[in-house]
Nanobody, 124 residues
């Protein structure tokens, strides 16, 4: 059973940076599409970024060139490096895994099987 635990959230000033981590257990590392999502109260969960088994990365237009998704297979950890944070970026950020080696450009934002509890990001 896949378990995901996010960390690294916090409060930063606009223009600042944060690195989120997602510690994963209970899976075979290369068999999943892995993603980051965010949600604010009253809004739908939004796909932020994803990375698949061949390290193809996908990003929402709103975070391209500012956020970077990566993974460390030796640590079973997924990361989201967030730079140049904007007032519209605050949200609860979640990591999620989806069965399947590839994420696919047309579907990387949906159909995830496992998710964590989230870590809060605030921008002042």
């Amino acid at each position: 059973h896949v378990q995901l635990v996010e960390s690294g959230g916090g409060s930063v000033q606009a223009g600042g940076s944060l690195r989120l981590s997602c510690q994963a257990s209970g899976y075979t590392y290369s068999d999943y599409c892995m993603g980051w999502f965010r949600q604010t109260p009253g809004k739908e969960r939004e796909g932020v970024a994803a990375i698949d088994g061949v390290a193809t990365m996908f990003y929402a237009d709103s975070v391209k060139d500012r956020f970077t998704i990566s993974r460390d297979t030796s640590k079973n950890t997924l990361y989201l490096e967030m730079n140049s944070l904007k007032p519209e970026d605050p949200a609860m950020y979640y990591c999620a895994f989806r069965h399947g080696y590839y994420c696919y450009s047309e579907s990387w934002t949906r159909g995830y099987d496992y998710g964590g509890q989230g870590t809060q990001v605030t921008v002042s």
